[in-house]
């Protein structure tokens, strides 16, 4: 299975980005973050971790160095984009940058290009951006952390400009941020090969009770509808019992 790390960047201390309107950059990129997991879970094949799942604060090279000490073999940083001018209404789209020890160039490309025509903004296209002070390393740490770790894939993903009243929008509407996920999660799988054709109409938690079907481990299809319904003792049970009689026969 393929190990993908995603950060969703900021929070906890880390929440002064906000839009013209309210959208806070931690949260919207959380809920995107949270999104892409499950997408990625449903097709089988691959291990994702989060480097936050709550609304906490972590530095950015300890984002990067948690994918390199997990194996991750891409590591993907979630945020929104902001210009710094008091009133931007002319800059907006998404860029996706790689880093300078990277050859993943055409990766961030199609990566910028999908997510833009899932949400209906302006493809900005991959980018790089390498530090002044040392030549040849990452201007952004949570890059450097991560390609100075070893991992072999990394993107940082600039979804769209939060200050920007129009990109803000789309931020903010739940659908487009389910397409963002999803049009992220399309563009890796096809990066790694994954298809994405088949059972996808389910979930994780369905496909794991569908695999406990097909192993005889539970034997009412049923279940499968309720994959998100907390376990009860009965559940436990059946599922155990039906363990001990395979392994007594």
């Known amino acids: ?19 013209p309107t309210g959208f806070v950059e ?17 097709t089988g094949a691959f291990e994702v971790r ?7 604060y972590l530095g950015v090279r300890e984002r990067g160095m ?16 902001a210009t710094g001018l008091a009133n931007n209404t002319s800059i907006r789209g998404t860029e996706v940058y790689s880093s ?51 991992v072999p894939h990394i993107l940082l993903i600039e979804n769209a400009f939060h200050d920007h009243r129009e990109d803000e929008a789309l931020l903010k509407d ?9 049009a992220q999660a399309d ?3 096809r990066f790694f090969g994954v298809s994405t054709e088949g059972d996808n109409n389910l979930n994780w938690k369905q496909k794991i009770v569908q695999e406990a079907l097909d192993l005889g481990l539970i034997t009412d299809k ?19 019992i039906n363990v001990y009689k395979k392994l007594k026969s």
Not at 1 to 19: E, L, T
Not at 50 to 56: I, V
Not at 66 to 81: C, K, P, R, V, Y
Not at 222 to 240: L, P, Q
Request: some cysteine; hydrophobic content about 45%; proline content about 2%.
């Open 66 to 81: 948690m994918a390199a000490q997990w194996g991750a073999d891409l590591f993907i940083s979630e945020h929104t984009n």
């Open 100 to 150: 300078v020890k990277r050859k993943d160039d055409a990766l961030a490309a199609e990566m910028s290009k999908a997510i833009a025509q899932a949400i209906g903004t302006i493809d900005r296209g991959a980018k790089k951006r390498e530090s002044t002070v040392n030549p040849g390393e990452d201007y952004y740490g949570v890059i450097d952390a991560a390609a100075d770790g070893g």
């Open 187 to 189: 563009v890796i799988c």
């Open 222 to 240: 049923n279940w499968i509808d309720k994959a998100d319904e907390m376990a009860t003792i009965w559940f436990v049970c059946a599922v155990a």
């Open 174 to 182: 739940p659908a487009k941020r389910l397409a963002i996920a999803k």
């Open 26 to 42: 931690a949260d919207g990129v959380l809920d995107i973050s949270l999104k892409l997991r499950d997408e990625l879970l449903a």
């Open 1 to 19: 299975m393929y190990k993908v790390m995603i950060d969703p960047g900021h929070g906890g201390k880390d929440k002064s980005n906000i839009g």
């Open 50 to 56: 989060l480097t936050r799942e709550t609304d906490t």
